[in-house]
């Protein structure tokens, strides 16, 4: 099969590898679609401590083309559109017993970040993966495979919203207006919330408004936390969620949180600096001040779910689609501060 080989940061080659044989507890997926993430960005610039050869991409959908002999075939058949759990948790330990499999530890010892003995990676900028069946949500033929390559990214901010508990006629502000901080605006929305974001951009906050937000903020010309403050009463926002990756808005963050409120940090940081926290200013007013990270088991079957229902359609927030052979414009097209989501499309699949 032919894959996106990155044999070192910076220089990615499609390249001819052995196509991957499936488990008997397996299936073979074509992909069709695979989503250019941030972290597929910053591994592409050399700022990820990843092995290579590597081959990136963890934001795929795809068809069976082949199954284990194990595989339930009551459920599952070829040509099934599917995504898969990308997670590669141990099932075993604490974590994976309590509902937290997003943070399982064993997790980050797996191929997807080091494999000393041959490629690392996620593996969806290929022709073809394998996935254990129980790995596998079954996709309707009416959403397309460009927007089921959101699903992975819709599961991680359905994570975080599920933590926050957002309620109907609640204030959610959102800190920035990338693809992910606008996946927080439209499912804020969904779920019944007022939700403000702030962003630095016109053309973003623009498209916000336009997508489910009620009010926007140019934290730039304007004082952010007076300015949450005087859209919610003096209160704060009762949920806020953190999507950028600078670590002083983490201090906004928790500033326009309402008492008793939740703040999300949602985006890691880079670079990772610590911020200095009034932690008495969190003894009194009761905000939680919690993380969200990767998707669940769950969230992906909801991610699914809610395109496969028509509730939610993740359109436009796909920048771009680009044939998987034109990677380079594709990652040129991702690199730029202004872009949403860039999806590779793959088409001659011939093993
Ligand atoms: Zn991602
Ligand atoms: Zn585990």
Not at 58 to 79: L, P, Q, T, W
Not at 94 to 123: L, M, R, W
Not at 159 to 187: A, P, Q, R, W
């Amino acid at each position: 099969m032919k894959a996106l080989v990155m044999s070192e940061p910076g220089h990615v080659k499609m390249t001819e590898i052995p196509t991957p044989v499936p488990k008997e507890d397996e299936v073979l997926v074509k992909i069709h679609a695979s989503g250019i993430c941030v972290n597929d960005v910053r591994d592409f610039k050399g700022d990820c401590n990843f092995s290579y050869p590597r081959i990136g991409g963890h934001e795929y959908a795809g068809e069976i083309c082949e199954m284990g002999s194990a595989v339930n075939k009551d459920r599952f058949h070829v040509g099934q559109k599917v995504v898969t759990y990308i997670i590669d948790n141990c099932n075993e330990c604490y974590y994976c017993k309590n509902g937290y499999e997003n943070v399982c530890p064993d997790f980050s010892h797996t191929t997807a970040y080091q494999n000393p003995d041959g490629i690392s990676g996620f593996g969806g900028f290929a022709q073809y993966i394998t996935a254990k069946a129980s790995d596998l949500y079954i996709c309707e033929d009416h959403v397309s495979y460009e927007k089921l390559a959101l699903t992975e990214p819709i599961a991680c901010v359905l994570n975080s919203i599920n933590k926050s508990n957002v309620e109907f006629g609640d204030d959610v502000l959102v800190i920035g207006g990338g693809t992910m901080g606008m996946l927080h605006v439209m499912l804020a929305h969904l779920r019944g919330a007022r939700v403000i974001l702030s962003e630095p951009m016109k053309e973003r906050r623009d498209k916000a408004l336009e997508l489910g937000a009620n009010d926007v903020i140019d934290p730039m010309n304007t004082d952010a936390v007076a300015e949450v403050k005087k859209l919610t009463g003096g209160m704060g926002a009762k949920v806020v969620f953190d999507t950028t990756a600078v670590p002083a808005l983490a201090l906004q963050a928790i500033e326009c949180t309402a008492k008793c409120g939740t703040v999300v940090m949602f985006s890691s940081l880079h670079p990772n600096k610590p911020v200095e926290v009034n932690l008495g200013a969190i003894h009194s007013t009761q905000v939680n001040i919690t993380g969200a990270q990767n998707g669940s088991v769950k969230t992906f079957w909801q991610a699914v779910q809610i395109m496969n229902k028509g509730v939610f359609d993740p359109t436009p927030l796909i920048e771009a689609v680009y044939d998987y052979n034109d990677f380079d414009e594709a990652m040129a097209c991702a690199m730029r501060p202004d872009t949403y989501k860039v999806v590779l499309k793959m088409e001659d699949h011939d093993k």
